[in-house]
């Protein structure tokens, strides 16, 4: 399958991502990324000649949930957890609004 | 140069355990020598002299008190900047974190903390682990001892100009695609990517879950096993650690007997791309190898040549869900969008991670975004799945016929800076070696075979094994480090 990108197709996947891209970076991922994807693409081929069904490996190791045991042990003080936030108030993290201004 | 800093660690240990020589002055010589050489190498983003010392001190006190210590204990080491540690910052190499310092230590500092190694520092990186060169630092790249116009590989090319250029006798790397061993082999050095699950993953930034695992850097084998032994074992932190007995890696490390032991040769990993000097020195070591006893087999992989492909659709589409969590409300850095004087916790996350993230990472996650996106999930991701399976029935096959397989680690040696940089793809093909071991989950080993005689630069060998048999990489690194001496650098090229 060949999907040329293009730049409106990176510039959509970037807000996907939540990064506002320049209109420089935007030209060279739009030049790059064909002949990545291109390359890449050969796992379809691949897969396609392999014939036979072959399953799906999303992890190196069987992985079944791990739960501890349900009881208190410490953790992060509040100190600690909020230490590296960009901004704090009344001990919590302070964040740019989130809902629009008519919400 | 102090005598002290080419000691191998076991040489090291041998020391401080009988009395002839402390761990501070061990770990005094090492911080002398950062500071003779790093504006060379750029091997530190950070030194923690204080720190070191202290940890130094408090062993000798310990052990003049006549307390039985760990064997490594007053050995000091370098650890990659991916890897938390309290007290000292954690950039990950990237500018979104800058300065910060984490509240917690990831599991296996606790463990080099517990085994008294003193900490001298954090190490360079590629940003988040995203490279093969190290020159995507956000930080300026290290450079490689063996000649500063030079990558030193990377991710962890850092830890290798560290260990290779005698700032560090031992040193913590993370290998997503090849990230410990093929920085081995770019300067010389014996780098181990353990089984996946061997080691905990527990406060590691996080680049690919599926595919990331620490390992040990050291110039000796039996050294690796050492820090190998401190750090490997079940956490209950991390979910995918493997519950189960560490593998006897330094008993196979004192053993490296290869007589009897069958070694599959790769052909897939040969012939076009593969510098002749690096394949020259390659065929030497298999030579060597045959002598000592080893039986020798050609084994066909051929799904590995697909590795690249699929590493190249699971780890960005990894990259794109692990970053996400880089939103400038919790930690790191947060900027604004220009002119808008009151933007939205959106705008501010994008604005910052514009910022933050450098040209490579926001190729993986425009990339990974890209593959795992409505309508071309199947196509990429999905099938990149199913090579990723191919791959592991190939190692499957192949260790029903052979106890190992040897390759060569990387197809050159180390390249100039900027030889490479615009070109994603030809940096990319430099993994082709190191990729499929990642994709299975199976340990690999670099163990330096010499000089190539066409660069004069290092030229590294790798052994795979099966999943929880790093013993046999110990083994089998051990006996070629006896038959092929590895490198020694006199002093850094400039």
């Known amino acids: ?103 | 140069m102090s005598d002290l800093t080419r000691l191998h660690a076991s040489d090291l240990a041998a020391q401080l355990a009988d009395g002839s020589v402390t761990s501070v002055e061990a770990t005094q010589a090492q911080i002398d020598r950062i500071a003779a050489v790093d504006g060379d190498l750029n091997a530190f983003l950070h030194v923690d002299a204080e720190g070191a010392l202290a940890t130094a001190a408090d062993v000798d006190a310990r052990r003049a008190a006549g307390e039985s210590l760990p064997t490594l204990a007053g050995v000091p080491i370098a650890v990659k900047d991916l890897i938390n540690t309290v007290g000292q910052p954690t950039t990950a190499g990237s500018k979104i974190l800058e300065g910060w310092v984490p509240p917690y230590d990831a599991t296996v500092v606790t463990r080099l903390r517990a085994a008294g190694l003193p900490i001298l520092g954090k190490t360079n990186l590629d940003e988040f682990a995203m490279g093969s060169s190290n020159e995507h630092s956000a930080y300026g790249p290290a450079r490689n001892p063996w000649d500063t116009g030079r990558i030193p590989g990377g991710s962890s090319g850092g830890s290798a100009a560290a260990v290779a250029a005698f700032e560090a006798p031992l040193a913590l790397g993370t290998d997503t695609g090849g990230s410990i061993r093929q920085p081995g082999a770019m300067t010389g050095i014996v780098g181990v990517k353990p089984t996946y699950g061997g080691v905990s993953r527990y406060g590691v930034i996080a680049m690919a879950s599926s595919l990331d695992q620490v390992g040990p850097m050291a110039r000796s084998v039996l050294d690796a096993a050492l820090l190998h032994e401190v750090i490997a074992g079940h956490d209950p932190r991390d979910s995918t650690s493997i519950d189960a007995p560490v593998p006897s890696v330094v008993e196979a490390a004192r053993r490296g007997d290869v007589a009897g032991l069958r070694i599959g040769v790769v052909r897939e990993f040969a012939g076009e791309g593969f510098q002749p000097g690096v394949q020259r020195r390659f065929d030497e070591a298999v030579a060597k190898l045959a002598d000592a006893g080893a039986e020798i087999v050609e084994v066909s992989c051929p799904s590995f040549t697909h590795g690249i492909a699929a590493y190249y659709l699971v780890m960005p589409s990894e990259v794109s869900s692990n970053l996400a969590r880089f939103d400038a409300m919790r930690y790191g850095l947060r900027v604004s969008p220009d002119g808008n004087p009151s933007p939205s916790a959106e705008q501010v996350m994008a604005a910052t991670r514009d910022a933050g993230f450098g040209d490579e990472v926001k190729r993986r996650i425009i990339l990974g975004t890209y593959a795992l996106s409505s309508g071309y999930y199947d196509a990429y991701y999905g099938s990149a799945q199913k090579v990723r399976t191919l791959i592991a029935q190939d190692f499957t096959a192949a260790f029903e016929q052979v106890d190992v397989l040897f390759s060569p680690t990387a197809p050159t040696t180390a390249w100039r800076l900027g030889e490479k940089s615009d070109d994603p793809l030809a940096m990319y093909l430099e993994d082709v070696c190191t990729i499929p071991a990642n994709l299975a989950g199976v340990p690999g080993i670099n163990v330096p075979i010499g000089l190539a005689d066409d660069s004069g630069l290092p030229v590294g060998g790798q052994f795979l094994a099966p999943a929880q048999a790093d013993e046999r990489l110990y083994n089998a690194g051990a006996a070629l480090e006896r038959l092929v001496p590895a490198p020694v650098l006199e002093e850094v090229v400039r």
């Open chain 1, 1 to 103: 399958m060949s999907s040329p990108l293009s730049r409106e197709d990176v510039a959509h996947l970037a807000s996907l991502a939540r990064i506002s891209l320049s209109e420089d970076e935007l030209d060279r991922l739009g030049a790059e990324l064909p002949a990545i994807l291109d390359h890449v693409a050969a796992v379809q081929g691949v897969v396609e000649s392999a014939g036979a069904d072959v399953a799906p490996m999303s992890h190196p190791v069987p992985i079944t949930n791990v739960f501890r045991a349900d009881e208190p042990s410490p953790g992060l003080s509040r100190d600690e957890a909020l230490s590296g936030a960009p901004a704090s108030e009344e001990d919590r993290f302070l964040v740019p609004k989130i809902l629009g201004e008519e919400a």
